[in-house]
């Protein structure tokens, strides 16, 4: 079974904190759903779904290898056991994820999670389709070689996506002491974000501790209002665009390019192109944070100059 076949018993859950979201927003005036990118959202899930019956996973089929070959036979009956395949799932998730957003093979999959402009739970199931393709599921295969059965490693995968399916929304401001150990709605806020400072942070799934120890963590401020969608949008509310959406521009981007740029432009950061002609996450951050201490450094002079002239 996959992770996406136990997500369905947390469906009543979810549907209910749909309609409560959805009840809410219009007591308060806010339009929380629009109506093509919700019908896009449920059309996305259904066919995710669909695609996740087809008996076809080399992943599937490299983890049951890695656990037959396993290093250790873990008691699964010791105390610690589900706290450390917790831990360890939570550890390559957020390698995973943060993968899923640095490397383009894998991006063209996990883009259309991000491809939404809106922020509402709906837009939690939004999976991409071609998961099988890009096989991002490979980050996970130390966990069986190390000895973690697949089917607990996959129950422990959908109970935090479960958990991450609350992180989706506006209505829930800041956790006080929870923010950057948690992974909350605001922390999350901030990973669906196209602003430069807020790109490609917050990878975690329930904790955010990872992030604080590989230096991805990033509060939500009050100053920076969230934008949210890709950078380069598809403009469509069409599911088998937004769905297909990277990857025909990742192809348009090998036709242009000589095939010696083919390997940065498949698996290097999304946003790459040959003789510095494109612009990565890392670029962009680095860039909003020149300008940003340039204009810090401008508005102490301004103060200066200010206090010189009385
Ligand atoms: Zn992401
Ligand atoms: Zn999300």
């Known amino acids: 079974m996959s992770v996406h076949h136990y997500l369905m018993f947390f469906l009543p859950v979810f549907a209910a904190m749909i309609a409560a979201e959805f009840w809410i927003g ?12 919700s019908i896009a959202s449920v059309v996305i899930a259904a066919g995710q779904r669909l695609i996740s019956f087809v008996p076809l996973s080399l992943v599937g089929v490299i983890w049951f290898y890695a656990f037959d070959n396993r290093l250790f036979d873990l008691p699964t009956g010791a105390w610690w056991y589900i706290p450390l395949l917790f831990l360890g799932v939570e550890f390559f998730y957020y390698w995973f994820h943060r993968l899923s957003h640095e490397i383009r093979w894998l991006w063209a999959t996990h883009s259309v999670h991000h491809s939404i402009e809106e922020m509402n739970f709906l837009a939690a199931y939004r999976f991409g389709w071609t998961g099988r393709i890009s096989m991002g599921g490979l980050v996970y295969a130390p966990l069986c070689l190390i000895g973690f059965p697949p089917t607990h490693i996959v129950i422990m995968l959908a109970v935090n996506l479960m958990y991450q399916s609350w992180l989706h929304t506006n209505l829930i401001g800041k956790l006080g002491p929870l923010e950057g150990i948690v992974n909350t709605p605001s922390a999350h806020r901030v990973h669906h974000a ?5 790109l490609d942070r917050n990878h975690g799934g329930v904790l955010m501790i990872f992030d604080r120890i590989f230096g991805t963590y990033v509060e939500e401020r009050s100053d920076t209002p969230v934008e949210y969608g890709l950078i380069r949008p598809s403009g469509s509310a069409n599911p088998v665009r937004i769905a297909f959406h990277e990857w025909g521009n990742m192809i348009n981007d090998l036709k242009k390019h000589p095939v010696g740029a083919w390997p940065m432009l498949l698996f290097g950061p999304p946003g790459w192109a040959p ?16 300008a940003e201490s340039r204009d810090n450094a401008a508005g102490i002079a301004a103060d200066a100059g200010r206090v010189n002239a009385l």
Request: proline letters at 0%.
């Open 26 to 37: 219009r007591k308060r005036g806010l339009r929380l759903y629009t109506r093509d990118q």
């Open 194 to 198: 196209r602003n430069a400072d807020y």
């Open 275 to 290: 003789n510095g002609e494109g612009e990565t996450s890392a670029q962009r951050r680095e860039k909003f944070r020149l």
